[in-house]
């Protein structure tokens, strides 16, 4: 998740021009002072090029992007909305935020939705699916795409993670009727906070845009001060400085991209002579390569591998070291507020804590020469022997 390594002369260009340009650090208006300069509309055109969506909206993170979706989507309190198991917290947040039910699903060696759980866990009340594309791996998108045709569902894919990942050719956020990105400080690219909603929906695209900004509906024929609503909405605009690093950043994203999957192909390709090791299942090879994922035989020994890699200043990322931010499992502060969830959370995804207790994710990054490559190959060939 490296767009932060490269943050670098570009973007603090960037964010001098806007104040050379007059300073107008809010995205509408003062079309004068800013010299009609709008980089957060420049924003999303490009991202709306880049990943080949009709629409693309800058909002101001990702967890706001999937709940301003989600009010688009039409989920209304009392809805259910599916994700799964193996996810960011702010997934599971925008789902309760929206006042719908959050219903998990278990996730398979992929690490991602598991298409026949999920078809186990539709309901007369289900509204949405949220598969997520998870440290940069895409879903199993045709499965789960024809599970929803089926039973005339939604589909918002959470792409916080995946910008610049491709599943079938197609850019993930960009399969179902609307997907998200995340630009924050651990993303492909990043703006420090920042996410994007991609759809091909105008109809859906307008929901969001309106919700995302009280309720404007940006009537080109009226100043903002008198401008119309008809829908109720809430304040998730991005910020000008941000559409300025974006713009830098998304100029570096094809490096990006290459950079870290020529890496991790390297560390896997010398990972892959170790017997005792199982690699995460890819349902396709346009992962973004920012994260290398294995399992191991038990849980104990998972721990003990991420112990030995500390001790050598080798982190892992959230397996196994940030998992309570990452598995449902431990989020009984979120599922207490709902009575379908009792007891020991981690019993009722039984088949996730059996893959996610035994994973090791190592962070990928664009910036790695050959001598940190063999350190962590070595450093994992040992703590494994
Ligand atoms: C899968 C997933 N969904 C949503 C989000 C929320 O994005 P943000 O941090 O921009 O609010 C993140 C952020 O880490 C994420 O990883």
Redesign the pocket.
């Known amino acids: 998740m490296p767009g932060w390594e490269l943050i670098g002369e570009e973007e603090r260009n960037a964010v001098n021009d806007v104040f050379d340009r007059g300073g107008i650090l809010y995205r509408y208006g003062f079309d004068k002072v800013r010299k009609n300069t709008f980089l957060v509309d420049e924003l999303e055109k490009q991202i709306a090029l880049r990943v080949k969506a009709k629409h693309a909206l800058c909002v101001c993170?990702?967890?706001?992007?999937?709940k301003a979706s989600l009010i688009a989507l039409g989920v209304k309190p009392g809805d259910e909305v599916i994700t799964q198991s193996f996810?960011?917290i702010?997934?599971v947040e925008a789902i309760q935020d929206v006042g719908a039910i959050p219903i998990i699903t278990e996730i398979d060696k992929s690490l991602n939705m598991d298409p026949k759980d999920l078809e186990k866990k539709i309901t007369k009340k289900t509204k949405v699916i949220i598969p997520?594309h998870?440290a940069g791996v895409p879903a199993k998108m045709n499965e789960i795409m024809s599970i929803a045709k089926k039973h005339n569902l939604k589909v918002l894919e959470?792409s916080?993670?995946a910008l610049g990942a491709t599943y079938k050719g197609k850019e993930c956020g960009t399969i179902g009727d609307m997907g998200?990105y995340?630009?924050?400080i651990?993303?492909v690219i990043t703006t420090g906070?920042?996410?994007v909603i991609v759809t091909n929906n105008s109809q859906l695209w307008k929901i969001a845009h309106e919700y995302s900004d009280h309720g404007h509906e940006c009537n080109p024929n009226l100043p903002r001060g008198r401008d119309t609503r008809t829908i109720p909405g809430f304040n998730y605009k991005m910020m000008e400085l941000q559409g300025a690093v974006g713009l830098a950043q998304l100029k570096k994203m094809d490096y990006i991209l290459k950079k870290q999957r020529e890496n991790k192909k390297y560390i896997k390709d010398k990972l892959k002579t170790i017997k005792t090791i199982e690699f995460r299942e890819l349902p396709d090879e346009g992962d973004a390569g920012d994260t290398l994922i294995f399992f191991v035989e038990s849980q104990g020994k998972a721990l003990q591998v991420a112990k030995t890699l500390a001790e050598k200043g080798i982190g892992t990322k959230n397996l196994p070291d940030a998992i309570d931010w990452h598995y449902a499992g431990t989020w009984s502060h979120i599922f207490k507020e709902y009575p379908q969830y009792k007891g020991n959370l981690e019993e009722l995804w039984k088949q996730s804590t059996h893959l996610l207790r035994r994973a090791i994710a190592l962070p990928i990054l664009v910036k790695m020469d050959d001598q940190q490559k063999n350190n962590i190959i070595n450093a994992v060939t040992e703590a494994l022997a």
Do not use: P
Not at 61 to 66: I, P, R, S, Y
């Open positions: 993170n990702g967890t706001a992007a999937l996810t960011f702010a997934t997520v998870m959470d916080a993670q998200i995340s630009m924050d651990g993303k906070e920042g996410g």
